[in-house]
């Protein structure tokens, strides 16, 4: 278990990083923003334990750039006692906890056990659901109401797109580049025949419709309320 300090007091990050090395840890430490951006950008840790108040980047724009990145390591950070905002702003950004200075070293480490534990036991999803319809990703089957459904590789692909964004309206742009790979021209209908004949599969025969057609913007997969 690799660990990624971001502190720029000397004394509490080498206190952080001797505590946690002591612990049975591996722990390395960054002094500003941009080397903690860069070597937790480089991967392999499992956690990131990263302060708020960092000269040059700070620990806000580390943690927007390595979400904007893609890099969804665990994030534990570190914030002022009197910055009551920041622990709502840190979690609105992706972090996934947050300490108040100062705080002791049983406390951090139990947090960052936690931390660690869940990030191990996180799997991807392999079975997408939505009502009584379920999508399963390894086995490549369809199924609503216990009924298996027939669908084509796009058909399969669009479906996918429609669960894992579930509630969100997509326009047709945007599921022509990720299920057809290519720009959306809009003289073309090939992404409303393809939607019809999904419907027609997966909605026709069955309560309640989930796809649904959104005038002017797009479609949208949800269970009706
Ligand atoms: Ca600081």
């Known amino acids: 278990m690799k660990i990624l300090i971001v502190e720029d007091e000397p004394k509490t990050g080498e206190y952080l990083r001797q505590g946690l090395t002591e612990a049975g840890l591996v722990a390395d430490l960054a002094r500003d923003g941009w080397d903690g951006l860069q070597l937790a950008r480089g991967g392999g840790y499992d956690l990131v334990i990263l302060d708020v108040m960092l000269p040059g980047l700070d620990g806000w724009g580390v943690l927007r750039e390595l979400r904007a990145g893609g890099v969804d390591v665990p994030v534990l950070f570190l914030t002022a006692r009197d910055q009551i905002d920041d622990r709502v702003k840190g979690l609105e950004l992706g972090a ?130």
Request: aromatic content about 6%; proline content about 4%.
């Open 96 to 225: 996934d906890d947050y300490l108040v200075k100062p705080f002791a070293f049983a406390e951090l480490l139990a947090r960052a056990r936690t931390l660690l534990r869940r990030g191990r036991t996180t799997v991807e999803p392999t079975l997408l659901t939505a009502a009584d319809l379920e999508l399963d990703l390894l086995r490549r089957r369809a199924r609503r109401a216990g009924r298996a459904i027939d669908l084509t590789a796009k058909e399969f692909a669009l479906l996918e797109l429609f669960l894992r964004r579930q509630g969100e309206v997509l326009p047709r742009g945007l599921i022509a580049s990720l299920v057809w790979d290519m720009n959306f021209d809009s003289d073309t209908n090939v992404i409303d025949v393809a939607v019809r004949r999904l419907r027609a599969k997966v909605d026709d025969d069955f309560q309640p419709r989930l796809i649904r057609t959104v005038r002017g913007m797009g479609y949208v997969l949800e269970v009706p309320a």
